[in-house]
Nanobody, 119 residues
Framework: QVQLIESGGGLVQAGGSLRLSCVTS????????MGWFRQAPGKEREFVAL????????DYADSVKGRFTISRDNAKNTAYLQMNSLKPEDTAVYYC????????????WGQGTQVTVSS
């Protein structure tokens, strides 16, 4: 059974930083594409970033480019999201997700971790 467990969320002031982690188990992590998504109150879930299995291909939402960095450690079955220069509009529940290569829909999701940025 595949499990994804996020951690690292919390309360931070605007301009601060947080690092989210997503530890996976029960699957072939090294071959997955890993993604981060977020959902703010009253809004739909939105894409934040993704990283392919090798780590050589990444992509970001325009709203976080230059501030967030996605990475992975295949030896630890863990994906990360380094978030710098946080803004109040980054406040949301952040989810990590995983999908197999060449599959377009994310197949596994974590339970989410709350990030709150105060102004």
């Amino acid at each position: 059974q595949v499990q994804l467990i996020e951690s690292g969320g919390g309360l931070v002031q605007a301009g601060g930083s947080l690092r989210l982690s997503c530890v996976t188990s029960g699957g072939t992590f090294s071959s997955w594409t890993m993604g981060w998504f977020r959902q703010a109150p009253g809004k739909e879930r939105e894409f934040v970033a993704l990283i392919r299995w090798s780590g050589g291909t990444v992509d970001y939402a325009d709203s976080v480019k230059g501030r967030f960095t996605i990475s992975r450690d295949n030896a630890k079955n863990t994906a990360y999201l380094q978030m710098n220069s946080l803004k109040p509009e980054d406040t949301a529940v952040y989810y990590c997700a995983a999908r197999r290569p060449y599959v377009t829909k994310y197949e596994h999701w974590g339970q989410g971790t709350q990030v709150t940025v105060s102004s």
